[in-house]
C-alpha cells in the first residue's frame, strides 16, 4: 500500500501530557469475531469492532464468499450463509486475513482466488498451504508456498491431524483452530520447530472459539479442535491494547499522564503486557476503575528495556521508540520472527533510528539500542503501521521528525494522526 500522500510532521510535546485517551477496538479480536461469526449456524453481532484496513479487507473477503454482513455504525450484524466462489480476496498485507481467510475459503464450494500486497506474497504461508492440502483442501499455487493461490473449495474439508513448524507466525495455528468446527473430523494440530511466537494471541485464538461453543483442548505445542456448530450471539471488542504503547509511551517521554478507559482487568491480549514492561522501565502504572493510567518520568530519565519479547513481539517497533529515547541501553530478544512482518521491522528499525543519529543495531533475535541525542530528519515507515506509531513517538522528543506516507497507518488506527493531535493539544 504504498503512497503518494505528504510526509507528516510529528508534532513535538510542548511540556508533560495530560491525557484520556478512548481506543478503537482490538484487531485481532475483531477479525477472529467475523471469521467465527461466518462459520456459526446463527445470526452474529460484533459490537464495537476496529474499523481499519485490516478488519475492512476481513469483512470484504467473507462477503465475497457468500456471508451477509451488515453495518449499523456500531455494530457489524453477520447471517449465516452456504459459503461459495468462484470469489476473489485482497489480503491487502493483513497477516490476519491472510492466514485465517483461506481454511474459510476451503469450506466453501467454489474456487477463490487469493492474493494481497506485493510485501504480502513474502510473509510465511508455505506451512498453512501445505496444512491446508494435508488435511483435504486443493490449493494451487503454482508451486510457490506463498501468495497468491487459488483454493478449489469442495464445500468440505475432512480435516483429522497435521504437523506445521509455525515458529515464522502463530497465525498459521490459529487460522486452522479458527475453521476446524467445521472440519468434517476438526483438527489436532501440532507443531514442531523453533518456538511459536505470540502465546497470547493463540490463547485468544482458543477462548474465543470455546466462547462460541467449540470444544478446544491444549497440550504442549499441541491444539485439539472437534467438529460441531459454532452458535451465534454477541461479540463485544475490547479496545486495542497494543495501540495504547504509543500513547502510553507518550506519558513516559513527556513526563506527563495518559489514562486508556476500558482496560479489562483479565484480557489475552498481548498488549496488556505494556503494565510490566513500562513500570519496569520506571513508568508508575495503575489499572483502575477509570481504567490504566500510566505515569512517566521523561526522556533520558527512565530505564532502557532488556526484555524477551518473543510473546508479544508488534509492541516492538514503539518500544524500540521509547528505548532510543531512555536513559540506559536496551536490548530487546527474542523476536527474529519480525523479519517477516509487515516489514522487516529490525531491519527497519535499525535503519530509521540510526538515520536520525540513534544508536541501533540488529542482533540475531532482536535489537540492541543505546540512547543518543537524536536529530530530525525523514523516518520512512515501509507500509508498515507500527512504524508511524514509532516515528510519533520520538516526534515528541526530537524536533524535525518528518513520517513519510502517515496513511499506512489506517491499516489498525485510520484515526491515528487525530488522536495523537488530542495528546498534544492536551499538553
Ligand atoms: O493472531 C493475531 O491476531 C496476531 C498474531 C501475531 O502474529 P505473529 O505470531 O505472526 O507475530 C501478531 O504479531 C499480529 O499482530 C496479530
Ligand atoms: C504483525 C502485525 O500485523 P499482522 O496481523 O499483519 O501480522 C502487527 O499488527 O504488528
Redesign the pocket.
Known sequence: MSSSSPHWPAPVADGPVDATVALPGS??MT??ALILAALADEPVCVHRPLRSRDTELMADALRALGVGIGDDGDDWQTLPGELRGPARADVGLA??VMRFLPPVAALARGEVAIDGDPRARERPMGPLIGALRALGAQIDDGGRGALPFTVRGTGAVPGGAVTIDAS????LV?GLLLAAPRFGEGVEVRHEGPPV??AP?LA??VRMLRDAGATVETGEDLWRVAPGPLRGGHWTIEPDL?NAAQFLGAALVTGGRVTVPGWPDATTQ?GDALRGLLAGMGAEVSLGPDGLTVRGPGAGEYAGLEADLHEV??LTPVLAALAALAGSPSRLTGIA??R??ETDRLAALVAELNRLGGDARELPDGLEIRPRPLRGGVFRTYDDHRMVMAAAVLGLAVPGVEVENPGTVGKTMPNFTELWASLRASA
Do not use: F, V, Y
Open positions: 484487531k485481532s477479525n477472529r497477516g490476519t515464522g507466525s502463530s497465525q490459529s511466537p505470540s494471541h485468544m485464538t497494543s498481548p513481539g508488534e520472527h519480525l517477516g512482518h
